[in-house]
């Protein structure tokens, strides 16, 4: 750290060596970059701002006596959030009149439930009348929904809908007269502009952060290209706004890059007109429509384009075509180079999804392709894609006498018709979670794939591998969770719990 007299005396030498004359510096007076005036000051957009963002924390029910995640699991939360896109629960939070304490003394057996911390985030409000807008990961499982405005009063809110693919959720509280925020136009960002989040990361409410643009458009998505910024974002900045310097709002502070689970300088948010566009539809319809065509595609690389006669590496090439599907109804086939999608160029295939993604289901489009040296339209009805739904499994109890394994799990076998409709060719259901893998965000309809280097086939073959395990070691276990995998490191406890 450079001591603050030392950094003085640095600014006032380089202030003078830039004052020195054209002949001296190299530069003419026509071409000498001009004098910054200074450091934007953000406390008035602030002021403006604040009252309009809100602390968002989310309950779940849970039966008596289920165990809740400790301290230790701190970087769990923020782990399992990226991948699965699910706030972890969590312990040793403030208690509110909200959140009843657990009481070990209650009788009743499972049937008895308590409402614990699950997690917490941030919103702003964007209308007069209680709605307000966050990421769809917040609320997601939660049983309960809670928003603390700045002046401390508290809503319980209602989820009016949510899209993961946007990672957009709307809510509703009752109120009048709220103090809501002004929304800009992400159109019109530049990379270097200054901007500043306002939300509640690590659960610290109202904490303000600045920054810059880096990119406009971060291809991190299939179906909205992200705002890249250096602003600080931490766990519980997550659906709060990202804020330009006319005090508008430009995007929803939503993911962070990080190899730690902390902020390493990238920060991403999802443009706010994007966002706007999938509130509307939720506050209409409680659910998103989007449009597909039935391909699978992929790039076009430059000596692709050369062999094909193409003036430059663009469009995207159809690698497979869906059965039955809109595309094969229209025409189009495998090794078709997608140019055009109702006349708007497609630079890079990116863009496909995005587009046709966007048009009404129903409607016709015209899809410019490139097929052995010619260019042609082709007319497809846009059909509409499956709304985002978990995984259906088949409901049943697990057996009383089970009891749960030294990871906190009981599973089960697979059926042929589960492995379909999951996607997957072997693993074991978890059928409850509870102890370390409760605590690490295990739940309920999980898919166990792998445990450390071995393909688990069944729940025997499983529970005989996890009774060997190391207690003094964590296990690598591979949980699929919808159509996302990823190791999750549980260590062995010798009751479960």
Same mark, same amino acid.
């Not at 968002?56 to 970087?75: F, L, N, S, Y």
């Not at 539809?281 to 409680?286: D, F, I, V």
């Given at each position: 750290?450079?001591?603050?007299?030392?950094?003085?005396?640095?600014?006032?030498?380089?202030?003078?060596?830039?004052?020195?004359?054209?002949?001296?510096?190299?530069?003419?007076?026509?071409?000498?970059?001009?004098?910054?005036?200074?450091?934007?000051?953000?406390?008035?957009?602030?002021?403006?701002?604040?009252?309009?963002?809100?602390?968002?924390?989310?309950?779940?029910?849970?039966?008596?006596?289920?165990?809740?995640?400790?301290?230790?699991?701190?970087?769990?939360?923020?782990?399992?959030?990226?991948?699965?896109?699910?706030?972890?629960?969590?312990?040793?939070?403030?208690?509110?009149?909200?959140?009843?304490?657990?009481?070990?003394?209650?009788?009743?057996?499972?049937?008895?439930?308590?409402?614990?911390?699950?997690?917490?985030?941030?919103?702003?409000?964007?209308?007069?009348?209680?709605?307000?807008?966050?990421?769809?990961?917040?609320?997601?499982?939660?049983?309960?929904?809670?928003?603390?405005?700045?002046?401390?009063?508290?809503?319980?809110?209602?989820?009016?809908?949510?899209?993961?693919?946007?990672?957009?959720?709307?809510?509703?509280?009752?109120?009048?007269?709220?103090?809501?925020?002004?929304?800009?136009?992400?159109?019109?960002?530049?990379?270097?502009?200054?901007?500043?989040?306002?939300?509640?990361?690590?659960?610290?409410?109202?904490?303000?952060?600045?920054?810059?643009?880096?990119?406009?458009?971060?291809?991190?998505?299939?179906?909205?290209?992200?705002?890249?910024?250096?602003?600080?974002?931490?766990?519980?900045?997550?659906?709060?706004?990202?804020?330009?310097?006319?005090?508008?709002?430009?995007?929803?502070?939503?993911?962070?890059?990080?190899?730690?689970?902390?902020?390493?300088?990238?920060?991403?948010?999802?443009?706010?007109?994007?966002?706007?566009?999938?509130?509307?539809?939720?506050?209409?319809?409680?659910?998103?429509?989007?449009?597909?065509?039935?391909?699978?595609?992929?790039?076009?690389?430059?000596?692709?384009?050369?062999?094909?006669?193409?003036?430059?590496?663009?469009?995207?090439?159809?690698?497979?075509?869906?059965?039955?599907?809109?595309?094969?109804?229209?025409?189009?086939?495998?090794?078709?180079?997608?140019?055009?999608?109702?006349?708007?160029?497609?630079?890079?295939?990116?863009?496909?999804?995005?587009?046709?993604?966007?048009?009404?289901?129903?409607?016709?489009?015209?899809?410019?392709?490139?097929?052995?040296?010619?260019?042609?339209?082709?007319?497809?009805?846009?059909?509409?894609?499956?709304?985002?739904?978990?995984?259906? *499994? =088949?409901?049943?109890?697990?057996?009383?006498? @089970? /009891?749960?394994?030294?990871? $906190?799990? %009981? !599973?089960?076998? #697979?059926? +042929?018709?589960?492995?379909?409709?999951?996607?997957?060719?072997?693993?074991?259901? *978890? =059928?409850?979670?509870?102890?370390?893998?409760? @605590? /690490?965000?295990?739940?309920? $309809?999980? %898919? !166990?794939?792998? #445990?450390? +280097?071995?393909?688990?086939?069944?729940?025997?073959?499983?529970?005989?591998?996890?009774?060997?395990?190391?207690?003094?070691?964590?296990? @690598?276990?591979?949980?699929?969770? $919808?159509?996302?995998?990823?190791?999750?490191?549980?260590?062995?406890?010798?009751?479960?719990?």
């Amino acid at each position: 750290m450079i001591p603050a007299k030392k950094i003085l005396l640095s600014s006032l030498l380089s202030a003078s060596i830039f004052a020195l004359s054209p002949a001296l510096t190299g530069l003419s007076a026509a071409v000498a970059a001009p004098a910054v005036a200074g450091l934007p000051d953000f406390a008035d957009i602030v002021d403006r701002t604040g009252p309009g963002v809100v602390n968002i924390r989310t309950t779940e029910r849970v039966k008596t006596g289920q165990p809740q995640a400790g301290a230790d699991d701190e970087e769990m939360q923020e782990f399992f959030r990226r991948f699965f896109g699910v706030p972890m629960p969590r312990q040793q939070q403030p208690n509110t009149p909200n959140t009843p304490r657990p009481n070990p003394n209650r009788k009743g057996g499972s049937a008895q439930q308590e409402e614990v911390p699950r997690g917490v985030g941030s919103g702003f409000i964007i209308s007069a009348d209680g709605y307000i807008m966050t990421n769809a990961h917040v609320v997601e499982g939660a049983s309960d929904v809670y928003v603390t405005l700045t002046d401390k009063r508290e809503f319980k809110a209602k989820i009016i809908g949510s899209d993961t693919r946007t990672d957009v959720a709307l809510l509703k509280i009752d109120g009048t007269s709220l103090p809501r925020l002004v929304i800009g136009d992400s159109d019109k960002i530049r990379a270097g502009e200054w901007v500043l989040a306002i939300g509640s990361p690590f659960g610290l409410e109202n904490t303000v952060t600045a920054g810059i643009i880096s990119a406009k458009a971060r291809d991190t998505g299939d179906y909205l290209p992200l705002i890249q910024t250096d602003v600080a974002v931490n766990p519980g900045n997550s659906g709060g706004p990202l804020i330009n310097l006319k005090g508008e709002v430009i995007g929803i502070n939503s993911q962070i890059y990080s190899r730690s689970g902390g902020f390493m300088g990238i920060s991403f948010a999802v443009p706010i007109d994007e966002a706007l566009r999938v509130s509307d539809q939720l506050k209409a319809s409680g659910r998103v429509t989007r449009g597909r065509i039935g391909v699978q595609i992929g790039e076009v690389t430059k000596d692709v384009a050369e062999s094909l006669g193409l003036a430059k590496a663009q469009g995207a090439l159809v690698q497979r075509i869906e059965p039955g599907g809109p595309a094969e109804k229209g025409g189009l086939e495998a090794g078709d180079i997608i140019l055009k999608f109702n006349g708007v160029a497609i630079e890079k295939p990116s863009d496909l999804p995005r587009m046709v993604g966007g048009t009404k289901p129903g409607s016709r489009a015209t899809v410019n392709i490139w097929r052995k040296g010619s260019a042609r339209d082709i007319a497809v009805t846009v059909v509409e894609i499956e709304a985002d739904k978990p995984a259906k *499994v =088949e409901e049943k109890k697990p057996k009383q006498e @089970a /009891a749960p394994n030294s990871l $906190g799990l %009981v !599973v089960s076998d #697979l059926s +042929d018709a589960q492995k379909k409709e999951l996607k997957v060719d072997s693993g074991v259901l *978890v =059928e409850s979670a509870v102890g370390v893998a409760a @605590a /690490a965000g295990l739940r309920a $309809g999980d %898919v !166990v794939q792998r #445990l450390n +280097d071995v393909d688990i086939k069944d729940s025997r073959q499983f529970n005989g591998l996890v009774a060997k395990l190391d207690p003094k070691k964590r296990a @690598a276990v591979l949980v699929r969770r $919808g159509d996302s995998s990823q190791f999750v490191p549980l260590r062995p406890s010798a009751s479960g719990n």
